[in-house]
């Protein structure tokens, strides 16, 4: 069974950058769509970003042009470069893997991890 733990997460200033990572560990996930995820305090999860296994990418737009989503297929690793930092972007950031039949429609086959917490503060 595939695990996913994210990390990279930190308290961070307006403006600022971060580089999220998603490990997979226990099967490898190159055959899969891969996408991000985040919960603010107090609202539903939500999908942000979700890459195909072609390397194809969609955004929501609230990140779009600030946030980028890769894939190292032979680390079996997912990132989130996060640009241009907001307030509002603080949020519990999760990854999962799955399918995707058109863009930002995403069915994860994970259970949800611990995620990671990005604090954008001044």
């Known amino acids: 069974q595939v695990q996913l733990v994210e990390s990279g997460g930190d308290l961070v200033q307006p403006g600022g950058s971060l580089r999220l990572s998603c490990a997979a560990s226990?099967?490898?996930?190159?055959?899969?769509?891969m996408g991000w995820y985040r919960q603010a305090p107090g609202k539903q999860r939500m999908l942000i970003a979700l890459i195909t296994t072609g390397g194809s990418t969609n955004y929501a737009d609230s990140v779009k042009g600030r946030f980028t989503i890769s894939r190292d297929n032979a680390k079996n690793t997912m990132y989130l470069h996060m640009n241009s930092l907001r307030p509002e972007d603080t949020a519990v950031y999760y990854c999962?893997?799955?399918?995707?039949?058109?863009?930002?429609?995403?069915?994860?086959?994970?259970?949800w991890g611990q995620g990671t917490q990005v604090t954008v503060s001044s």
């Open positions: 999962n893997y799955g399918v995707t039949s058109a863009p930002m429609d995403f069915l994860a086959f994970a259970s």
């Open positions: 226990g099967g490898s996930v190159s055959g899969y769509a």
